[in-house]
């Protein structure tokens, strides 16, 4: 694991930013592997403004996100595909037959995971997956559990995951299962970058990083992937020894 300390989001968003500019360079047809989350929101506004600017373009890429609440179709505000299209994509030159979310309305969701995962392989594998961390240090949706998780498949939201979700859901009614890529599934992306910011992810980063490698804190998994990049401001970072 490499971990990399700046001093804000925007630093964060520009140097997380720019390793897929530089990957989409050198190989315009990627695959790439995009999370939720506020935390990237930084990333894909820097990319935005990258491909405003001429310096990347989505034109041949291909882009895996990580999860998907149950029950939420596409066009849901709170659905995570349409997230990404506010985001990101509908603002870059991706095609759209080229962007996988998971589809949490599937009728036959065990399908969907499996064909999800058949599909990541189809297109040869993710380059870079981009990461954020819950507070209880879950990636993807992939909970604190008792063992490691292996391709995509379909959870239950923990207590801790639905408080720190539901305030996108002022009505009220925040799904409590999501289907999401399992932690093998993460682990066989060539690079991992996985960002943090704020106080409120600095215990989930300490037991990542300085803690055992447990399925009680899945992202502590990334300690033994090959090319792991974590950054950090300093508040994220502030519990570190
Ligand atoms: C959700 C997503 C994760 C994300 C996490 C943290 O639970 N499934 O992929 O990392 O939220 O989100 P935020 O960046 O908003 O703190």
């Known amino acids: 694991m490499r971990?990399?300390?700046?001093?804000?989001?925007?630093?964060?968003?520009?140097?997380?930013?720019?390793?897929?500019?530089?990957?989409?360079?050198?190989?315009?047809?990627?695959?790439?592997?995009?999370a939720t989350g506020a935390t990237p929101v930084p990333t894909y506004k820097y990319l935005i403004d990258c491909y405003n600017k001429g310096k990347v373009s989505f034109k041949d890429a291909?882009?895996?996100?990580?999860?998907?609440y149950?029950?939420?179709?596409?066009?849901?505000?709170?659905?995570?595909?349409?997230f990404m299209m506010d985001m990101l994509f509908s603002h870059v030159n991706m095609r759209k037959d080229m962007i996988h979310v998971p589809n949490g309305v599937a009728e036959d969701i065990e399908?969907?995971?499996?064909?999800?995962?058949?599909?990541?392989?189809?297109?040869?594998?993710?380059?870079?997956?981009?990461?954020?961390?819950?507070?209880?240090?879950?990636?993807?949706?992939?909970?604190?559990?008792?063992?490691?998780?292996?391709?995509t498949y379909v959870t239950d939201l923990t207590k801790s995951t639905i408080e720190s979700n539901k305030i996108y859901f002022?009505?009220?009614?925040?799904?409590?299962?999501?289907?999401?890529?399992?932690?093998?599934?993460?682990?066989?992306?060539?690079?991992?970058?996985?960002i943090a910011t704020g106080h409120s992810k600095a215990k989930a980063i300490k037991a990542?990083?300085?803690?055992?490698?447990?399925?009680?804190?899945?992202a502590s998994i990334l300690q033994k992937h090959s090319d792991a990049v974590i950054f950090l401001d300093r508040d994220a970072a502030s519990l570190l020894a």
């Open 208 to 218: 990542m990083i300085e803690g055992e490698v447990t399925p009680s804190c899945p």
């Open 70 to 82: 149950i029950g939420l179709n596409k066009e849901h505000p709170n659905s995570y595909y349409f």
């Open 62 to 68: 291909v882009s895996f996100n990580l999860d998907e």
């Open 111 to 151: 399908k969907e995971c499996r064909d999800y995962d058949a599909l990541i392989e189809q297109f040869g594998g993710i380059y870079v997956q981009l990461l954020g961390i819950g507070t209880n240090g879950h990636i993807g949706f992939n909970e604190p559990s008792d063992a490691f998780s292996e391709g």
């Open 3 to 34: 971990v990399i300390i700046l001093e804000s989001a925007a630093d964060i968003a520009v140097q997380a930013g720019n390793i897929f500019v530089e990957l989409l360079k050198e190989k315009p047809d990627a695959v790439l592997g995009l």
């Open 170 to 194: 002022p009505n009220g009614d925040m799904p409590t299962k999501a289907i999401t890529m399992g932690i093998g599934s993460i682990m066989k992306a060539k690079k991992v970058i996985l």
